[in-house]
């Protein structure tokens, strides 16, 4: 078995550490189904990266198990993570994506081989292990059935910016300061919602990607 995935990994270290954290769970049958896994002659380096990928996925999105609503979260929250500037805190894409925090937690524990997710709280920051995942995800000829749609991504993001900006969140003295005549150092203030900053800060560079449609742009202007 170890002389199989050694084969199979090449020189990606990645696929060994995703292969570690894929197992874990249920080592005996999971190991089977790396070890069934066949890579040809002649295919690209990155083909048996792409089979773990493919087999993580498929097990997350079963749809035996999930419901279509179920699956499309999945996507939609994959599609956050790797379109927004920075990672966020899971509290935070929650609100993005608007869905609970818990509801991305559980979404995404099933693919913990692949997502970072922090222990014990929704104040971690959730990310991907490697960039060769979203790579994965965003190549429709790799992907095929679990491809992530970027243009999508930013439509989703941008319509979320658009929203938090128009609820009363964004206003006159948003940071709550009690005096415009004291330095900012000097005051007590409220801290701005991570979700509301996201939003004020990066409208632009989604609306540029999806070149906002008439609807948004007239949100904008309100």
């Not at 922090?118 to 965003?138: Q, Y």
């Amino acid at each position: 078995d170890i002389a199989t995935l050694t084969d199979h990994a090449g020189k990606l270290f990645i696929y060994a550490f995703t292969a570690m954290e894929y197992v874990q769970h249920d080592p005996v049958e999971r190991l089977k189904n790396l070890t069934d896994l066949v890579v040809t002659a002649g295919q690209p380096m990155y083909k048996p990266l792409d089979n773990m990928y493919s087999l993580i996925l498929a097990k997350a999105m079963d749809p035996v198990k999930q419901e279509p609503q179920e699956v499309a979260d999945i996507k939609r929250i994959l599609a956050a993570i790797i379109i927004v500037r920075e990672p966020q805190r899971i509290a935070t894409l929650a609100v993005l994506c608007d869905m609970r925090a818990r509801r991305v937690r559980s979404t995404l524990h099933a693919l913990h081989a692949v997502v970072r997710l922090p222990d014990h709280d929704d104040d971690g920051i959730v990310s991907t292990f490697h960039s060769s995942f979203e790579d994965f995800l965003t190549a429709r000829n790799r992907a095929q059935i679990f491809f992530v749609d970027r243009i999508a991504g930013h439509c989703d993001l941008l319509y979320a910016c658009v929203k938090t900006m128009r609820s009363d969140l964004l206003r006159f003295n948003v940071s709550g300061f009690q005096s415009s005549y004291l330095a900012n150092s000097d005051q007590d203030h409220t801290k701005i919602p991570d979700h509301l900053s996201y939003a004020c800060l990066n409208w632009p560079r989604h609306l540029n990607m999806v070149h906002g449609t008439d609807e948004v742009v007239l949100s904008l202007e309100d």
